[in-house]
């Protein structure tokens, strides 16, 4: 047991060594990287719908937000802590948790309304034309973005306006007559599982509808077509319906192997609070957790450059125009 603790201590120890190079590195990719998404994707020739268009827009600004809340003002102070000692000095973090898991739920959610989105639109023709378009893709994010704001503002009067400064997931000091009270490990415990537990779980079941649909309307269009999939000549319905499942399927499964270790890590030890004390999961595993999830928010950009060619040119384009100003200018 000893010389499992001390291996664990280790590990522990390298992870926040790597935490300095690897946090500052990650934010100077997210940052850009997602502003760079919501401009090209905001100017619409990319081939998408606008629908699915505002829902990409939505879920890179809410990462981006997550970014600057939670990797830039939360773990980099902290892993920096001898350098940052004056955020004691400022009454705000009671203010910051509620911004900071306002922003985290829309970034889960958002991608829970997008999955949504792409069930109905492949698998559901009759309600496509009324549930898949803009105004709904406004609404449906504007009721989340606000739900989830109210939502969080209970963590104002769970925690006092000091930071703590230290790496659990509560990164305030909590108020005195909180941190004892079974009430607010239930509540805590009853967050994790509305995000991302109950993602994970309608994410899942809602790809492998959509997948279920694809792969039996596929056979239904060879069978009907009197060809087997070996010879069919190019139809493009789906391949339409492909990218759009490529595009959908890479999207969840980067969020749910991103956020899989924080979820259980979180789950587990919440269960602990509330009695259930079996072996606890060591705070290397936290770590490892927080390192992944954050790093959700800054791979969207290179899953649209893989998957979407038009989206890489407009990339291409994005990153060459400087260089073109320049260019223009010494001529």
């Known amino acids: 047991m000893e010389r499992c603790q001390s291996n664990a ?20 990719v997210g940052v850009p990287a997602n502003l760079v998404t919501i401009v090209i994707l905001s100017r619409g020739k990319c081939g998408l719908s606008k629908c699915v268009t505002c829902y990409l827009v939505a879920m890179a600004a809410a990462d981006l937000l997550v970014v600057i809340l939670d990797l830039i003002l939360r773990h980099i102070p ?3 802590w ?48 009324k549930y898949c378009t803009t105004k709904t893709a406004s609404l449906v994010l504007g009721t989340v973005t606000v739900v ?21 997931p509560w990164f305030c000091l909590v108020a005195s007559n909180s941190l004892f009270s079974q009430v607010w490990v239930i509540i805590e415990t009853l967050h994790y599982i509305l995000t991302p537990g109950v993602p994970f779980v309608l994410i899942l079941l809602l790809n492998a509808l959509t997948i279920r649909f694809i792969l039996f309307a596929s056979r239904a269009r060879r069978s009907l077509r009197g060809q087997s999939s070996g010879d069919s000549p190019r139809d493009t319905e789906m391949e339409s319906r492909r990218k759009s499942i490529t595009l959908l399927l890479v999207i969840s499964g980067n969020f749910i192997l991103l956020w899989a270790v924080l979820l259980i890590y979180s789950l587990w ?9 079996s072996r606890r999961i060591h705070e290397f595993i936290r770590e490892m957790g927080f390192m992944l ?29 400087p260089f073109n100003v320049i260019i223009q200018l010494i001529k």
């Not at 829309?106 to 023709?125: G, Y």
């Not at 989830?148 to 659990?168: P, R």
């Not at 030890?269 to 004390?277: I, K, P, S, V």
Request: hydrophobic share 45%; proline share 2%.
């Open 82 to 129: 001898l350098q940052f000692l004056f955020l004691w000095k400022v009454p705000l973090c009671n203010i910051h948790a509620v911004l900071l898991y306002a922003a985290t739920d829309c970034s889960v959610w958002f991608t829970v309304t997008f999955t949504f989105d792409r069930l109905v639109a492949i698998c559901c023709q009759k309600l496509r034309t």
């Open 293 to 321: 999830q954050l790093l959700s928010c800054c791979t969207n950009t290179f899953i649209y450059s893989v998957t979407q060619t038009k989206f890489r040119e407009q990339l291409k384009n994005l990153v060459k125009y």
């Open 148 to 168: 989830f704001c109210l939502k969080n503002i209970l963590w104002h009067f769970l925690y006092t306006s000091k930071y703590l400064l230290m790496n659990y």
């Open 78 to 80: 902290i892993v920096y």
């Open 9 to 28: 201590a280790r590990i522990l120890t390298a992870l926040y060594s790597v935490q300095k190079v690897y946090y500052p590195l990650l934010a100077a």
């Open 269 to 277: 030890n919440r269960m602990w609070y509330l009695g259930h004390r």
